[in-house]
């Protein structure tokens, strides 16, 4: 496995820290703006990314370019849907997303405001819907990023950190241990299942709340 998994990291390191910093702001930037994250999680990017990091300098680097470059990508995605939401969401891809979807994301808005968006970050397809839904309500830019700002710096630092220990942890111990592919294999999956779990938890939460006459944030949403 060892050998294998050397292989993989070996390419990853092999390119060029500009050009995969580069790539990773890149499929961050689409990742929300324009869906490309319900074909290829952002989390799979990042983690694949992170694994060739050799250094702070690089740790930082990509740490701020995954940062910004979700930024970007939310920001795009809620100026589609200031502009084009209606179009989008008639569009072909639109209606593959499927109604419900689109339904969910705005009642999920609707009820929680400026926690929705915080919250959408961590849950699966929400986090692409969500801005553009934001650019169709009256909430106002800044206070999108407001809110969305800190919930994509927690997600870029839980995600490059990992991807960086787990490989960093497996070149220093492979040259000792025949088994440290697997040391590698189980701190990714390890934070992988946390992260499910944490992702579930939230959904179940938030689905719980939904159901509450009173859990409304409708402030956050109908500002002026």
Not at 102 to 126: C, K, M, Q, T
Not at 127 to 153: D, E, Q
Request: aromatic share 10%; hydrophobic share 50%.
């Amino acid at each position: 496995m060892n050998d294998i998994l050397s292989w993989i990291l070996d390419i990853v390191r092999g390119v060029d820290p500009g050009l995969r910093v580069l790539l990773v702001g890149l499929g961050m930037l689409f990742e929300t703006s324009i869906l490309i994250g319900l074909i290829v999680p952002g989390d799979t990017v990042v983690i694949v990314a992170s694994t060739g990091i050799t250094s702070w300098a690089e740790y930082a680097a990509l740490l701020v370019v995954v940062v910004g470059g979700a930024l970007a990508g939310e920001s795009i995605g809620f100026a589609l849907g200031r502009f084009f939401g209606p179009r989008i969401r008639a569009s072909r891809l639109g209606q593959k997303l499927g109604e419900r979807n689109w339904v969910r994301a705005e009642n999920y808005l609707d009820r929680r405001g400026g926690i929705a968006v915080f919250i959408s970050r961590f849950l699966p397809v929400l986090h692409a819907l969500i801005p553009l839904t934001v650019g169709t309500s009256a909430m106002r830019y800044r206070r999108f990023l407001a809110w969305t700002a800190p919930a994509c710096i927690i997600w870029a630092v839980a995600y490059v950190s990992v991807g960086w220990l787990a490989a960093g942890s497996y070149r220093q111990l492979s040259s000792q241990l025949h088994y440290a592919g697997y040391i590698f294999a189980a701190i990714i999956a390890v934070f992988l299942v946390v992260a499910l779990f944490v992702k579930k938890l939230i959904e179940r939460t938030e689905a719980r709340h939904m159901e509450r006459p009173d859990a409304t944030d409708r402030g956050e949403t109908r500002e002026p």
